[in-house]
């Protein structure tokens, strides 16, 4: 069975960074991409980053960019979130593609399996 536990959310004030950790156990990131996603109340969920189960290839959002990084370690993806914006206060999820072909999407609707979140809170 695939588990996924996100941890290291919080509330920073604007320009602060975080670290959000996803911490998986029952499958290889040899075979799984990655993504991080966040909902905010009364928004879509939207794909914010991902890395590739073959290569470590990564995409990133726009609105992201050249502020977070997803990196992978063992077992374990973070995504390091520098720079932070009101306007990246969601709830963070990680998820799991079965990425027979290395793929990496910001699609969360290509992904079957979840963790349960971690809250980020960026306020002054």
């Known amino acids: 069975q695939l588990q996924l536990v996100e941890s290291g959310g919080g509330s920073v004030q604007p320009g602060g960074s975080l670290r959000l950790s996803c911490v998986t156990a029952?499958?290889?990131?040899?075979?799984?991409?990655i993504g991080w996603f966040r909902q905010a109340p009364g928004k879509e969920r939207e794909g914010v980053s991902c890395i590739s189960s073959r290569d470590g290839r990564t995409d990133l959002a726009d609105s992201v960019k050249g502020r977070f990084t997803i990196s992978r370690e063992k077992s374990t993806v973070y995504l390091q979130m520098n720079s932070l914006k009101p306007e990246d206060a969601a709830i963070y999820y990680c998820a799991a593609l079965h990425a027979l072909f290395g793929q990496c999407v910001l699609d969360g609707g290509s992904y079957h399996d979840w963790g349960q979140g971690t809250q980020v809170t960026v306020s002054s």
């Open positions: 029952g499958f290889s990131l040899d075979l799984y991409s």
